[in-house]
């Protein structure tokens, strides 16, 4: 880790306090309803507050210069902007001051906007005294905010993609390709994952494998990419740009060991095996959508329990998926209408009847709807059943016999299909409890992992330095995964590239001689971002502050007050509650 | 310009008035109407439904007929206008069916070769003659009088084959009803069919249907309704005659050359009005009347 | 089909087969019928079925694509379409179900499944030429020679004559015959 004093040489502990106010109108959005220039006038009699303003728009070019501007012209050596909420410009404004050579962390930003006008919209006066309440705790704040040090980290130019299915060999190779290093883990002895197993995908009309074979020939061949299969991680730490992973591979007496700067987990799913259901225990005759992708060509038209030709073929759709109440399988799968409608399109040229039975269609992607189309055109039957009411089977002797009611035709049905294939919902894999705890990521009520953010960040994570790809994030298909893979990868190669990284230093820290040894915070903290120094006796905890998320929750725990919040100190709170309780005087010099 | 006028079965027989009016209209407006002889049913809704070559043949012999005098067909039945227009498309696509029909028509000295065009009164009024050409005409305009637009179904659907207006968002009987000085009104269900043809499956039904138009005409606040079909105009006014419908006000019908009429100067003898079975001189009577 | 009894009541139970949407492909109207997704658009749009329960246009399309061969023929229900094309226009995968039901009313017609209104019209028109030969009365003449229209109407009969013998004897016999 590397320091960067910015700012850090402007201030003397002892210097002057010269704090500048600058209250934003956001055009209508505040002082529409509060009096900013009230508040920048009371802001004026506040102890040790040397200059205010008001301005139109703070965020905008001419703000941003007023702010450079006046630091310079009165000396300020801690500046409040009094708008919006700090999630929306509170970066914009650390920059302005530190362009001006003040450290960022002796900005401060009250929140008028979201906090006071948006939400007291009706009541101007209470509005106003509120927003000089707020004001007149920051000053009080800014009086006790200190210079912090700005860290970066280093990043070690290598990933780790743990998972060796599609989305794993398309993130190795785009990362190989901009030319860092990647190595790649897999549990199976094969590459390929679940798309290997498949004889048809969707949309192209090549078999799984024949898609897969120039990405795993070009992964074998690169000289950027380690592969690893038959392998399983031992163990896991570190914090972003500086993860350690200890992996036993099959066949090696020692495990290997690997430095890396960032992961990529693309560990994919399970197909659901729906034991229990359909009667599919009962007779291989019933089969899920994979068992028969699995079969080579031919065998799909051959029944499997007597070796007799295949003329008759019913297919079930939402098995396992889409069950409320049901917990792991009430998400709807995604892949299953696509490739219904894509095989039994394929397979009705060979046969005298195909059946789907459906709750709903949902072939939503590029291309899918003529699937669907080209099937029906061939004259696959789609039948849709009512999903409190599902489809009953029954096997005697080997003969199958199949009753549900059509919900369109308002008719009840019967049919003695020669197989059934159910397609199963996507589930997580073996061993995903293990994997989510090794990398700290958290699952949702689907059982696969969560994103930092669905929409906005939907392939990274709350862990710093560790992405999701593919199915591991949720049900999708292959070509989905390969999309989630490049961005994966994209995010990767941009650490990598950049070659270090700011971390925040709103961190926590541990004060070594109120430290009690108890542990309290090792447990509590939801990064897995302290642990024990062992460098002393008795060990103390310590902290990570690369994997440090500044959320409290130590300080908080902690029994002997031995942690403290950088930028969130029990002297800076005290301030402001004090600030709030008391209004103080209006002090000599402390006018503008 | 000369038209064959081909009336079909219904209008000669029950509604005369549209028949003339039609012919004095156009005759005003510089087209000369001749009539078409020796022609037979179109085929539609009957033959239609039992066999696809019978009902090709039987519209198939009316546009030869019109072939044979070189000069294009006038419908003025919603219904013959689109089975006219339907078969000439099946057999401008479909070798072997012409073939066949030809076949039978050759006895006769006929021939379908496609030359001829099946207009609808609609098109006649609108393309042909044009609306200007209309609007000039009137000597009597009406009073601002509130007329709801009756298209029925085979007029303008399906559009592919007819090509007659915007099947959703129909305009020309509501253009025509201004440039003689009414008002059009629009109403919801404007394009709905008007249960003609099911009287003779479920006639329960079909007044169903045809009173909910009436119903929604009424409420938008028309005088009246205009039509371009036959079937509409006699099942329009005869559901306004049927059980439940005592005490409601009666709203005329008129066919819409039996609203140009008056307005053109035309007088009312030529227009067939006393054979209204809902006397529409609450309409006509409008033209002429300052607003 | 078949059916079977249960707790007393009957219910008929049938069989998918594409047979009879493959049957319904090959007649003129009916090439469309594996085009319908059952979206429903169709129902949404009809005034017969707003009119009436019995009549549900995307139902009968589905018991086509079903192979319910027996239960279409023989039912009224295709031939209560009027024919307003409402639905043609309003489908989004160019499938005409009035199209279809007229497709549909032809094999039934093929196999003596008629209504006796559609019977008789056509018995009409095929003898006469025209639907109205019974209704032309003097009364009417008179209103047409009072509006100076010409009375004489020159209906042709000799060429129904023809289809009658080319398209209908064979119905005919395959109904008497009762097969």
Known sequence: MTEDSVGMNAMESKEELRIGVFVCHCGHNIAGVVDVEDVAKTAATLPNVVFTTHEMFTCSDAGQETIRTMIHEHNLNRVIVASCSPRMHEPTFRRVVEEAGLNRYLFEQVNLREHVSWCHMREPEAATAKANDLVRMAVARAANLEPLPIKKVEITPRTLVVGGGIAGLRAALDIADRGFEVVLIERERELGGNVRKWAHMFPGDKPGHEVLEPMIHRVRKHKNIEIRTGAVIVNFEGYIGNFEVEVSVEGLKKHKKYEVGAVIVATGFQPYVPVGLYNYDKSLDIMTLGDLQGRPDEQQFIRPSDGKPVRKVAFIGCVGSREPGWKGHEHCSRYCCSALAKTAGIMADRLDEVVILYQDIRTYGKEHEDFQRVARQKHVIYTKYPPDAKPEVEVNDGKITMRWKDVLADTDMEFNPDIIVLATAMVPPEGIEEVSHTFSLTRSSDGFFNPEHVKLNPVTTHTAGIMIAGAAQAAKNASESVIDASGAAAKAVGLMAKGAVEIESTVSRVIPDLCSSCATCITACPYGAISWDMSRDPHIAYVTEAKCHGCGTCAAACPSNAIIMLHSTNEQIMAMVEAYLCVPVATPGGGA | ?291 | MHTCTTKGQEKSIHVPTSAFAKEVEKVEGGEAINKCIQCGICTASCVVANATDLYRPRRMIQKIILGLREEVLSSDQSWLCLNCRMCEERCQEGVSPAEIFLAVRTIAAREGHVPRVFKEAVKTVLEDGWMLKDAYTDFQEDEREDLGLNPELHMNNEFVGKLRKRYFERKKAAEESGS
């Open chain 2, 1 to 291: 310009m000369d038209m064959l006028l081909y009336r079909g079965c219904t209008t000669p027989v029950r509604l005369p008035a549209y028949e003339a009016a039609t012919i004095a209209v156009l005759e005003k407006l510089g087209v000369n109407v001749i009539e078409l002889k020796d022609t037979n049913c179109c085929g539609a809704q009957y033959v239609e439904s039992m066999d696809r070559m019978a009902f090709a043949s039987m519209s198939g012999r009316i546009l030869a007929l019109a072939e044979r005098e070189e000069k294009d067909i006038l419908a003025i039945c919603g219904a013959c206008s689109g089975s006219l227009k339907t078969n000439k498309h099946f057999l401008d696509h479909d070798i072997r069916a012409r073939d066949e029909v030809n076949s039978l028509l050759a006895e006769e000295g006929l021939k379908y070769s496609g030359k001829v065009r099946v207009r609808h009164l609609l098109q006649v009024l609108a393309e042909d003659i044009g609306f200007d050409k209309i609007e000039r005409a009137v000597v009597k305009p009406y009073n601002g009088i509130k007329m709801a637009a009756h298209y029925g179904c085979h007029v303008t659907r399906p559009y592919e084959i007819v090509h007659v207006d915007d099947p959703e968002n129909p305009t020309i009987l509501d253009r025509l009803v201004e440039a003689v000085g009414g008002q059009a009104v629009d109403y919801p269900g404007k394009t709905r069919c008007c249960g003609g043809p099911m009287l003779a499956m479920d006639e329960d039904v079909a007044t169903t249907i045809g009173l909910d138009k009436i119903d929604n005409v009424t409420k938008a606040g028309a005088d009246g309704i205009v039509t371009a079909c036959v079937f509409c105009d006699i099942q329009l006014t005869q559901v306004q005659f049927g059980g439940g419908t005592s005490d409601r006000q009666k709203i005329p019908v008129l066919p819409i050359t039996q609203f140009l009429g008056p307005a053109l100067g035309l007088d009312e003898d030529m227009l067939g009005v006393e054979l209204n079975k809902i006397d529409p001189h609450s309409v006509i009577d409008c033209c002429g009347v300052s607003q």
